[in-house]
């Protein structure tokens, strides 16, 4: 055999071969698939036309080709005497699966890093406003938490631990090549997505390494397919409801005897008494209500085989369930592709997207929030006066929630427009296999903010001439990313080389503008309504404007041997206007390489394995986002006194600051056992980040605190599991089962060389050496002596003290951030039905519960209190957990850290797919409804609204994730 | 062409794959870097309102040097519908770690930063023919850091005996920007010291103050320190240190160039109607720094109307409701905003609460008055051997300025001292004096029965807590800063 190769080798190396044909389809509805990659012998030898079909040749020696397409499985056929018909399965996650990095396209066997993907199915049709949250407990190494239900909020997603301080830990978002801003998915519709590849370690994210430290979220929106064309129709419409509170608040008799018994602080005479008892208000039930989710989506799709469309257009409508709160969205978008000659394509992607918000504030403190209101208002207040027909003043002075709630509206409207379009050319004539290719996007936003408090609102009735007050706010961002490469591709007998050459420009240019107005005296209460001329009500007026530039060059190589070895690097130079001139660029690289050991001889004995491989990659990626756009300047801001404007200095100079650098390893298996019924994948990672962005503690006898400094390292390390079993495969009926697990151990390994052996304190936590980020840092609370009823705290030494020390004795418990997290999918087939159930979870964390210290600090008893509080020590021999009512609460107190972990069945799924026979007659293509539940049920012992906290702390003011009832409708014609 | 087109694209790309420094240069266009911030004297003129505003901020004027050191003693008594956010200061519970204290540390270190940025720097632009320009501009930033360097010490050292050798506060002369940031790590001066350069500061600032172009304040109200402002800022410095000459000496200086108000006008002056008696305001206005003054005490908008803490009964029993003008000026009986009805009891605190007619509490915050220097001289004279007559004179002199019908005093020794110390609470009541007068002489504070949400009742001369922690922060960072004791 080794001889004949060799004397086949000298001659014309197609000397012998034979023409295959045939045609691909998709498994599901049987629709031919145009644009498949054919592969052979390790090279493309063509692809599917319009009708699917294809014509290929191929060496006689080859015995089979194999097929690759975006968003489907990758399938191999053998060559049989007649024509070869294929259909493809979409992703469910194996190694012939095709991912989209950005730059390229590959098969998952090529991969010698570590990529996760989330399919077409989890993402579509999902009554999530904002896209990031869809991908909850889907991926591996990747932890989202969304702080907040509020329609289209974005999460917090954090991917293989947090790996900085002051730069930011959120990934970089890529859609079709350009970066967007985590916000922005509100406005972006998920039904174009048509696969998300999440980027985790150094060799995968090289490419984007000057902004890839924390990962890389790559999408990419749906490809015209060519054929006829065809048309789809999604519709949904759900409800929401607000869950039940955990955290139970008093109710009338309850709070009244409390008072009564803490000395009548209002004076309540028996008459009073009387008539307030007859009172008993849910502030909860006041300010929510059931929202409502509709979405309707048309797309179209076709071409021939020089142009291909995807086009399509979309209504969404949320209602949150806090009164005036939603999201209205409209989208549009239009992918062409143009292949001009077989040597010349080119392209656009088009987004255009409005959307319009109204929200409340949430995650603060503050009186006035309704969400606080809620909790501190007392049960025996009323909305409404009914004597008056005013709102209700409460005697405390706590605002009245319903009245904040009616007479404040704060509305966000977006216009959203992305577009990427490029060029792609080939140049055999200088070279074969050197192809060109420049791209350039834009990400624009038109961000409009009004914000108006009536002169009836309580901020109204406290801002500048106490009429209310009407607020403007602009932020227009332009975004430029512009790539350009130069690639070369050669494949010599079992070789393949590729070799690019990239320069990359981004821009980031961000203006805003806004007025503060008063004095809404007359019938308008909006921007008609403001009072001009009027030194009462002197208007304010705001600008700013920042920019940042990058500017990068690299080069990518990857080269592989016998389709079995793979091997990958980078190098890159990258600069970033945000730093010192001295300190501007960086240097990065990547190493990688994969072993698909199943296609090893020695591995052909072992039969119940399909697929086997073994992946490294080392390598360096930089961080420069989350600092000030001049973070190394020294900046003068202007200071108004006296009518005069003069410069002070707002930021200290550090030349010296420089990127940020992650270095990351990665060292993973793959395996495809039992002909697909089990597909196991297990991931080791390292990370650390180097020249931490940091606050340099200062003495603040300069003016400052800190100054962000290049010091200090922190560790990211975990395991990664993803389990996929086809537990029953029957003609009729299927149960698939994917379970992912991540673990993330997250250390400080070293801080500035100033900071003491105890660390960084922030309120109630410490960044020490030794220990995690965020790890809570309290004074031990161990309840109440039953003699005098004070509090009683452990100090570190192990011994009990009533004195409150929290210099001396505060240590560290636990952190903020869930090391243990992932999710479980089940899904069902049987004939047209469809069931998936997905339970999302993470455990292992410690949260601090600070809404719980404002309702059990007796100090606010005039306002409403935690029902915990009615066991409060009251007597000698009390045996209870709450301190008597005359000492003053402690805050920083373990008292107040609460288990975070929970289990959430974040998606149900029942769907029904009309047979192919009932669809011909009624003249369609497709025909799926379906109802879904989201968050129906969630476990958890926080005490609270919902466990689900991005920072690890709940401050007050929750707005919990929807839990929504969905029933919709798929029709394809 | 389509080669040439492929040319074109090659070309454009080697031109970008060069690179180029340039591309990745911005400079701010909303905000100043040092070349760009002082290019000129007028510049500096314009850098005064920098070091002014910032004197606002709540861990200055805006509340820590305002209001608490009234809500931290027996002026005050903290009401129910206080949202007791400052209660381990009044309660006396801070540690190092409270959060007031390391804001007030840092906003006063802000201040000072903001005026030797100007005092270290304008030289280079003076000129023979613009120094009487410098010597206005730098004289006021030398008066502002003496003040506030004073003001740190009366928080945070113990002893404010003029040669007192206990630890006071790092006194700083050099801005941050002079320096490497990460190497200033001062160890604290003694008292004594602190006084040497305070005295320094001020005197050199009286030099440059002499002899400027223009006057600073015109015929306006004096929201920035002149020639007067700058003696009431040394009386009051003389008083601590027991310096009774120069406390009378410029403190008379005063008196003479703004003579007390008249009971017809007195209220006016609350209502920044009336410059009378003012030798130094922070402007706190609409459409500029539009903060509630002393809002944590009483915010009264109808919005708010929230009375977090009423005049102490005890002391108001001790003012003539009818005939002195301080009453009805400090406290209304039952104010409210809105048809919420308070007892006739409550004294709810209305010294601050607008301009004019408004109700909205944004108003001056009126540092150094002229009642403050018949009081400080009384004091300085009942302190000197031969002077208690005199001492006598200028507390009836105040008490007739503000009380209708007064029968001139007779009190003599003790008791003069005493009636001088109760006249200053009633005089200075919510202007930011209690605190630091009860520091610097019986060292007890017993506010009686209390009641929810205060906690304590005594703080006995023996506690820590009268002088405040040095925030942990700062001894996180410095290495050479030692602590009080007790914490």
Known sequence: MLLLCLLVGTSQLWAQSKEVTGKVTDSKDGTPLAGVSIMAGGKTVGTTGADGSFKVTVPQSVKNISFSFVGYKGVTASIGSGSVTVALETNEGSLGEVIVTGYQTLQKKQVTGSIATVGERSIKNTPIGSFDQILQGQATGTLIQANSGQPGAAANVIIRGIGSVNGTTQPLYIVDGVQITAQNFSSLNPNDFESVSILKDASTTAQYGSRGANGVIVITTKRGKAGKTRFEYNGLYGQSRFPTNKLEVMETPEKLDYEIARGNPFGWNATQLDSLRRINTNWQDEITQTGITQSHQLSATGGNEKTLFYASGAIFNQSGTVKRTGLKRYSGRINIEHSATKNLKFGINSYTGWSDFQNTTEANTGIASPLNAIRWGNPYERPINPNTGTYQLFASGQPNP???????????????????????????????????????????????????????????????????????????????????????????????????????????????????????????????????????????????????????????????????????????????????????????????????????????????????????????????????????????????????????????????????????????????????????????????????????????????????????????????????????????????????????????????????????????????????????FLVKYEGVNPSNGNAVYRRPNGSLTELYDDVNDRQIFGTRDAPYFGGITNRFNYKGIDLSVFFSYLFGNLVYNNDRTNVEDPSYFFDNMSRAVSREWRKPGDITDIPRASQAMRRNTTRFLEDGSFIRLRNVQLGYSLPSKALKAIKLSSVRVFVMGENLWTGFSFLGFDPELSSGVLTGAQYPALRTVTAGLTVGF | MKKIIYKISLGLFLIGAAGCKKQITINPTHLATLENAFKEMKDYENGLSAVYNSMRGVGYYGRNMSALPDMSTDNLVQTTESLVNFLEITDWLYTPQNGTVAETWLACYSIINNANIIINSIDKLTTPANQKQANRIKGQCLAVRAMVHFDLLRYFADNLNRNSTTAGVPYRKLSVLEESPASIKPSRESVSSNYDNIYADLNTARTLLSDIDVSINGNGPKYKIDLIGLSAIYARVALYAKDYPAAISNATTVINALPLATRSVYPSIWRDQSNAEVAFASLFALGEFASRLAGDVYSPPPGTNRSQFEGNPSLFAQIDEVNDVRFSTSVTRGFSTTTLVRANTRLVVTKYLGKGTAIDGIVDWKAFRTGEMYLIRAEAYANTTGQELNALADLNTLRA???????????????????????????????????????????????????????????????????????????????????????
């Open chain 1, 402 to 776: 319903w009245q904040d709630n009616q007479e404040t509206n704060r509305q966000t409207k977006e216009l959203k427009l992305i577009a990427n379009a490029f060029i792609e050319a080939k140049l055999p004539f200088i070279l074969n296999g050197l192809s060109f290719r420049t791209s350039w996007g834009a990400d624009y936003e038109n961000w409009d903010q009004t914000l108006l408090f009536t002169r009836f609102s309580v901020v109204g009735q406290s801002t500048v001439g106490n009429q209310g007050r009407f607020d403007k706010d602009t932020r227009n961002l332009t975004r430029y990313t512009g790539t350009t490469s130069l690639s070369y591709t050669k494949s010599f007998k079992e070789h393949t080389l590729n070799v690019g050459i990239y320069n990359e420009y981004i821009q980031r240019v961000l203006n805003t503008y806004g007025f503060s107005s008063y004095g809404l005296t007359g019938n308008f209460q909006n921007g008609a309504g403001v009072t001009n001329g009027n030194p009462t009500f002197f208007p304010a007026v705001r600008e700013n404007r920042t920019e940042n530039r990058l500017l990068s060059n690299f080069a990518l190589a990857s080269y592989s041997f016998k389709n079995r070895y793979f091997f990958n690097g980078s190098f890159r130079r990258d600069g970033s206007s945000r730093f010192g001139a001295n300190n501007r660029f960086a240097n990065f690289y990547s190493v990688g390489a994969g072993w698909v050991i199943s296609e090893e001889k020695f591995f052909s004995g072992v039969k119940f394995i399909n697929n086997l491989k073994l992946s490294t990659s080392f390598g360096t990626v930089g961080n420069q986002e989350g600092i000030g756009d001049f973070a190394s300047r020294e900046l003068f801001g202007p200071r108004t006194y006296a009518g005069t404007n003069g410069p002070g200095l707002s930021q200290l100079p550090n030349q010296d600051l420089s990127w940020e650098e992650r270095q990351k390893f990665n060292i993973g298996f793959n395996a495809v056992a039992f002909n697909g019924r089990i597909t196991f994948g297990i991931d080791f990672y390292n990370e650390i980040t180097n020249n931490l962005f940091l606050n340099n503690q200062l003495s603040r006898t300069t003016g400052f605190t800190s100054l962000n400094t290049n010091i200090g390292k922190v560790r990211n390390r975990g395991w990664e599991f993803t389990l996929i079993t086809e537990n029953v495969k029957h003609k009729n009926f299927t149960w698939t089962t994917s379970i992912n697990f991540t673990i993330n151990r997250n250390e400080i390994l070293a801080l500035t060389p100033t900071t003491p052996a105890i660390g960084v304190v922030g309120g109630t936590t410490v960044q020490r050496v030794g220990h995690p980020l965020n790890s809570n």
């Open chain 2, 401 to 487: 300025a503000r009380i209708q019908g007064f029968v001139p005093g007779t009190e003599t020794g003790q008791a003069l001292i005493d009636a001088i110390a109760l006249e200053r609470r009633k005089e200075l009541f919510m202007e930011g004096h209690r605190w630091f007068d009860l520091k610097r002489t019986s060292r007890v504070i017993d506010r009686g029965t209390i009641s929810s949400p205060t906690t304590q009742s005594q703080l006995a001369n023996t506690r820590r807590e009268w002088v405040w922690p040095i925030p942990q922060g700062e001894r996180d960072a410095n290495i050479n800063i030692q602590q009080n004791s007790g914490y």
